[in-house]
């Protein structure tokens, strides 16, 4: 798309938005729901959309990058769907959220919950996300 700007002198200038690259997809991407290492199903087989054991240190930034790979996951599912043509609920992304909800209190940390969040946010926003 090429938009058409005046300069201060007046003359008529065009403007290129900067071409974004597409979402690289590792070999290693979730294809699955199932691939998420979040989820899980509990003993009658429903789904438990956030199933995450915190780690065992109490350095709050490895929880953030938890949850921040936790995202990057997710979103990659996400586009891993889309590149094959899979349908994805759009309801995914609530579920995620509201088992998140449910669980937060049992936690002893925000960070898991911090970075995952801070990095959906990203992406919605810029539609990129720092690796």
């Known amino acids: 798309m090429t938009q058409n700007a005046a300069s201060s002198t ?3 200038t065009s403007i290129r938005p900067k071409r974004r690259p597409g979402w ?3 070999s290693k ?3 699955q729901v199932t691939d998420l290492p979040f989820f899980n199903r509990d003993s009658e087989g429903r789904a438990v ?3 995450v ?3 065992k240190t109490n350095y709050w930034p490895a929880h953030y990058m938890l949850g921040k790979a ?3 996951d997710l979103l990659n599912y996400i586009h891993a769907a889309r590149q094959s043509g899979e349908e994805i609920s759009p309801r995914i992304f609530g579920c995620i959220a509201g088992e998140i909800a449910r669980k937060a209190h049992t936690m002893e940390t925000d960070g898991i919950y911090a970075g995952f969040f801070d990095t959906i946010s990203e992406y919605l926003v810029t539609d990129t996300v720092s690796r």
């Open 10 to 12: 007046g003359a008529v």
């Open 24 to 26: 690289i997809l590792s």
């Open 29 to 31: 991407a979730p294809r």
């Open 49 to 51: 959309w956030w199933d």
């Open 53 to 55: 054991e915190p780690p």
């Open 70 to 72: 936790y995202a990057i």
